[in-house]
């Protein structure tokens, strides 16, 4: 009996070794696939412009670990290289820089073919873009500049509220703006703002903005032509002087003249530029922005993309510099114009990669989906949005909101948005840290005032919880839920 049991314990220890040694070639096996993926030109580009270091590192080991050499243990890079291995393969955003596009169409196709793909010929094509925030303090700069700020769009601020006569207060959005000693941009988050104005001007202004934004060289020249009939011809300043101060305290808001939600914001701001009249400083910028496309456009040929990176940061940051320049000039500052202070824009890029056919034709698109198949998904994803609405915090935080005016304000039914978020503050601050920890459960609810609204809203929660647990327990066995099913449980909500 000990003999059998002694050999049964050796031979657990060698299957435990075998299994030891199977789990160790395979793990060094995963990670040298994982570094060689590194090799890929688009996989490369995207990790370059995340991180250019990790490509250098990856390519620099990846003759190591292809050899065929024993591994020693993971490195950091290692972990960081396969974050982005794990973002390009779940495709964890819409947005990805990994994203691959493509056009397709709805159709009706033959009865069990959901998706077809009728082009094989397809190409690359790769967009480049800048992000946001860096373009928005370009803009900034440019917009310092007279001849370029007349084509800007000037928004009302609506927050605005008359505190007592000739004193305002409202709610400046946050903005970039130039720190005096370091000369770096810096980010302004918004902040309650009182300053002392004349009303007359405020009002003339208002009244002009209240439909839409203007452009400030229209605005201007409105202004100019009402002074008399505003009774603001004996006003020490002109029109021109007033908006920009206006602007300056964030009263008024400039805007490019282009939709909020446009893309490829650099070739805009490059034909704005070249739509402008010659001034000083704005051949420089010309030039910059063709440069800087220039390099964008031909980012995908590049030999070494992070070489490319780093030429893309630099070509951004000269443009900045010569912004930087147009500023000082129009700041009256020109001595200090051609060596303007150090400047800290940190860019970062994004690459869009569109499928397309080789040889283009009426019809562009590569796939065709079914009809039936887009309704169905349709229908499935409303009932499961109505769902899932039904238990957002937001409505908790509204009905906390129509409930606290109905205890202090019974018979208003407009007020000032400043005044609405001055009162309304104290509960808002018990809400954001409600919501960072209310993912504990779904029947957490955001309830400080005891709302019989939110009363209602529990009970449906509940009632919605029950259902929908009966409806699974009923498909537990079945491959599917049905979309009928879904709807009928949603069209309760």
């Given at each position: ?13 060698e299957?435990?070794?075998q ?9 060094e ?15 490369a ?10 490509v250098?590192?990856a390519?620099l ?6 050899a ?6 993971p490195k950091?890079?290692?972990?960081s290289?396969?974050r ?13 820089t990994f ?14 073919r959901?998706l077809?793909?009728?082009?094989q010929d397809l ?9 946001r925030?860096p373009?928005?303090?370009?803009l ?5 500049q007279?001849?370029?700020r ?16 000739n004193?305002f207060?409202?709610v ?5 703006r ?9 980010y ?7 300053v ?7 009002d ?20 100019e ?14 029109p021109e002087?007033?908006?920009?101060r ?14 909020s ?20 400083g704005?051949e ?29 940061r630099?070509s ?10 147009l ?8 001595a ?6 150090g ?30 198949t887009?309704?169905?998904?349709q229908?499935?994803l409303?009932?499961?949005a ?26 208003r ?7 609405a978020?001055r ?9 954001l840290?409600?919501?960072?920890t209310a ?12 709302s ?29 839920l049905e ?5 009928r449980l949603?069209?309760?909500?």
């Amino acid at each position: 009996m000990a003999t059998e049991i002694l050999r049964l314990e050796t031979r657990l220890q060698e299957l435990e070794h075998q299994i030891f040694d199977l789990y160790g070639r395979q793990f060094e096996a995963e990670r040298r696939h994982v570094t060689s993926l590194a090799q890929n030109s688009r996989f490369a580009r995207g990790i370059a412009l995340g991180a250019p270091g990790l490509v250098d590192k990856a390519r620099l080991r990846s003759p190591h670990f292809l050899a065929g050499q024993t591994l020693g243990h993971p490195k950091k890079w290692e972990a960081s290289l396969l974050r982005f291995v794990i973002r390009a393969a779940a495709k964890l955003s819409a947005n990805s820089t990994f994203t691959a596009y493509s056009l397709g169409s709805v159709a009706p196709l033959p009865e069990g073919r959901d998706l077809r793909f009728h082009r094989q010929d397809l190409q690359e094509r790769s967009l480049v873009r800048a992000d946001r925030p860096p373009l928005e303090q370009l803009l900034a700069l440019i917009f310092s500049q007279p001849t370029a700020r007349a084509i800007a769009l000037v928004q009302w601020n609506d927050s605005i509220e008359e505190v007592e006569p000739n004193r305002f207060r409202f709610v400046r959005e946050g903005h970039w703006r130039i720190d005096v000693d370091s000369g770096q941009f810096l980010y302004t988050p918004s902040s309650r703002i009182t300053v002392k104005f004349g009303a007359k001007w405020l009002d003339a202004i208002r009244s002009r903005l209240s439909q839409s934004p203007k452009l400030f060289s229209e605005l201007v020249l409105d202004l100019e032509q009402s002074l008399g009939i505003l009774g603001l011809d004996s006003e020490a300043e002109d029109p021109e002087t007033v908006l920009g101060r206006l602007v300056g305290v964030g009263l008024l808001t400039l805007i490019p003249p282009w939709p909020s939600e446009a893309d490829r914001i650099e070739e805009r701001v490059h034909q704005m530029l070249r739509s402008l009249p010659p001034f000083p400083g704005l051949e420089p910028l010309v030039t910059g922005t063709e440069i800087l496309l220039r390099k964008e456009k031909s980012f995908a040929e590049a030999s070494d993309p992070v070489r490319a990176v780093a030429d893309l940061r630099e070509s951004f940051v000269k443009l900045a510099l010569s912004a930087r320049r147009l500023a000082a000039i129009a700041d009256g500052n020109v001595a200090s114009a051609p060596a303007a202070p150090g400047l800290e824009i940190r860019p970062h890029f994004y690459e869009d990669v569109l499928l397309e056919p080789a040889e283009h034709n009426a019809d562009d698109t590569t796939f065709h989906i079914s009809s039936t198949t887009v309704e169905r998904l349709q229908r499935s994803l409303l009932a499961s949005a109505r769902l899932a609405g039904l238990f957002n915090t937001r409505h908790d935080a509204l009905h906390t909101l129509a409930h606290w005016w109905r205890q202090h304000h019974p018979a208003r039914e407009e007020m000032p948005l400043v005044e609405a978020a001055r009162g309304f503050a104290p509960i808002w601050k018990g809400y954001l840290p409600f919501v960072r920890t209310a993912g504990g459960s779904i029947m957490n609810m955001f309830d400080p005032l005891g709302s019989d609204a939110l009363d209602r809203l529990r009970e449906r929660r509940l009632g919605l919880l029950r259902k929908s647990s009966d409806l699974v327990s009923q498909y537990a066995e079945k491959p599917e839920l049905e979309i009928a099913d879904l709807e009928r449980l949603a069209s309760q909500v």
